[in-house]
């Protein structure tokens, strides 16, 4: 498949509901991302679940991206995240990021969840950008490779309604501060 981007071009795309005739694209992408891909299974078997929401982000009638999220009572949990390869760094992902951070309210649900390898420094850093911050560590959280996990945590303002802003907090900044 040869690129259909140029490098520096922004996309705009149509983020819509996850709908069956998009999983070929889906599994797709999530094998061209993932060292242990999703199956077809493991997508149906979460997206049955009531609280299980997934959507695609599409350009040109070809899907470029997935986000699949649970709903919880106060937050919302990403559960799995791609942008096709050949489609990274032109925005897709942080117009994905910014519809989910549109669901979010002060009344009700006011942060966003989501697990990162320790290795992963991409979408550390992709995460960063959209303001989440690492919040705990979970230790030997991927089973295939026993691998670490980063809790990366977006959390909205409950005055501003918009993002928090998270200062460093230890012993350290205290005697700073007096």
Known sequence: ????????????????????????????????????????????????????????????????????YELHKSRLHILNFAVDPEARRHGIGTQMVLRLIDKLSQQRRNEILIEVRERDLDTQLFFQKQAFRAVCVLRSHFDDTEEDAYTMQFRLDAKSGTAAQFAPHNRISEVDAA
């Open 1 to 68: 498949m040869e690129p259909s981007f140029s490098p520096e071009q922004h996309l705009d795309v149509q983020i819509r509901w996850l709908i069956r005739r998009d999983m070929p694209d889906v599994l797709r992408i999530e094998r061209s991302t993932y060292g242990q891909p999703w199956t077809d299974e493991d997508f149906l078997t979460c997206l049955r679940q009531r609280n299980c929401i997934g959507m695609v982000a599409e350009h040109d009638q070809k899907i470029v991206g997935f986000m699949i």
